[in-house]
């Protein structure tokens, strides 16, 4: 014959409040360890992306055989293409080369080689090269396939994090990498 007990059956409330404790604490720690890493990985994404967006210019400026700009600033990084007939760069739109949206503020820091003395214009008159520098692109990808050789360094403003850095030495492909220090 089977015995029933009584009161046997299920948990108490105070267990139940303490599982549903253990449980909320637990998911509130992974919540806020990935937050980091979603920031991390939309930076890298961000980063990548730019890297593609040059090497597609640098592969239209050798299919159409034209110079392509990339403008680096503050504001982010936009394409241009110098136009012969008129001499100047007209900004590149579209859907590949508007600029790409990055939730947050970054901090662009550009070095590239730099060219010295004057520079010689389609009609072979001199003009000074800080005032051409006004208008003239960060990096200029050349018809011929070549780039100006050029690292950007791409750092968040609000938080702390390793640089991430895009580098071409001019012949080479845009290279991605991520120095570890801080």
Do not use: C
């Not at 990084?77 to 739109?93: C, I, K, R």
């Amino acid at each position: 014959m089977p015995i029933h007990r009584r009161g046997a059956y299920g948990f108490t409330l105070i267990e139940v409040l303490v599982v549903v404790l253990l449980v909320g604490i637990l998911l509130s720690v992974v919540v806020t360890s990935f937050t980091g890493v979603d920031r991390e990985q939309e930076l890298r994404g961000y980063v990548e992306r730019l890297a593609l967006r040059i090497e597609l210019a640098r592969d239209k400026a050798l299919q159409a055989n034209k110079e392509w700009g990339v403008y680096v600033n503050e504001d982010g990084v936009s394409f241009a293409v110098f136009d012969d007939t008129n001499g100047e760069w007209m900004p590149q739109g579209g859907r590949h080369f508007t600029a790409d949206s990055y939730s947050q503020t970054l901090d662009f820091d550009v070095e590239v080689e730099s060219f010295e003395g004057n520079l010689v214009t389609l009609e072979g008159e001199a003009v000074d090269a800080e005032d051409e520098k006004k208008d003239f692109p960060t990096i200029v990808l050349f018809s011929s396939g070549e780039t100006t050789p050029f690292t950007i360094s791409l750092t968040p403003k609000d938080w702390d994090s390793n640089p991430w850095q895009l580098a071409s030495d001019g012949f080479s492909r845009t290279e991605v990498s991520r120095p570890e220090q801080i």
